[in-house]
């Protein structure tokens, strides 16, 4: 009796596309590319779609850090004062390029972070003589943030004293403490630097020295 042999089943195979491509490969295709759309959109309306509650507070985060690097800056060139001073027996260095020429403090440390200007040195400074046989030296201001470094910020200043403190200062604040006795210099040749302070700077007294508080 004849056996005739079983045929086998032929398995079905995509058929290749006109282009050479078969389905299962078009279809990882598609995968792809609408996985990459839909994170373009993704990230294109992540602005639109951060709660507005959100935002304040990302704003604050983004201040803070301002200041505070800002601080690190203003520390560093209060450090960078004093080693000066104990080389040059107390004197207060002329300017603060010259801690940076001296090798005192990084170049970087005078240029604040919040500042948008093409200024070389973002800090006013004046400080003259000896400030460790100043009265107040907690109290004596040496260099502060010129006024439109964080007005964008919110407004405000990082200030530094005599005794290598930082301290940020609001406007009003700021404003108030440049016209006690002791900082009367300071106030006016920060006005001389082209820097606005509200209320309205104490005049010079004839005789070149800054006159008592009223």
Not at 50 to 55: E, F, G, N, Q
Request: proline letters at 8%; charged letters at 20%; glycine letters at 10%.
């Amino acid at each position: 009796m004849d056996e005739t042999p079983p045929t086998a089943t032929p398995v079905e195979r995509d058929a290749p596309s006109p282009d050479g491509f078969t389905r299962a490969e078009l279809a990882a295709v598609g995968t792809v590319l609408g996985a990459c759309c839909i994170g373009f959109l993704l990230i294109t309306l992540l602005p639109f779609l951060v709660s507005p509650a959100l935002i304040p507070t990302l704003l604050r985060a983004r201040q803070d850090g301002g200041r505070a690097a800002c601080r690190n800056n203003l520390h560093a060139i209060g450090r960078a004062m004093h080693l000066y001073m104990s080389v040059y027996d107390g004197q207060a260095p002329p300017d603060l390029e010259s801690l940076v020429k001296g090798g005192y403090v990084a170049g970087k440390a005078l240029k604040c972070p919040s500042a948008k200007t093409a200024r070389g040195c973002d800090y006013f400074y004046y400080c003259r003589g000896r400030p460790d046989e100043l009265a107040l030296p907690g109290e004596t201001m040496v260099a502060c943030d010129f006024a439109d470094n964080h007005r964008r910020r919110g407004g405000g200043r990082n200030v530094l004293y005599a005794d290598g403190s930082v301290a940020w200062r609001r406007e009003a604040e700021f404003a108030a403490e440049v016209h006690k006795r002791q900082n009367q210099p300071f106030a006016i040749w920060l006005k001389m630097a082209g820097d606005s302070v509200t209320p309205p700077m104490p005049r010079l007294p004839s005789g070149g020295q800054a006159g008592a508080r009223d």
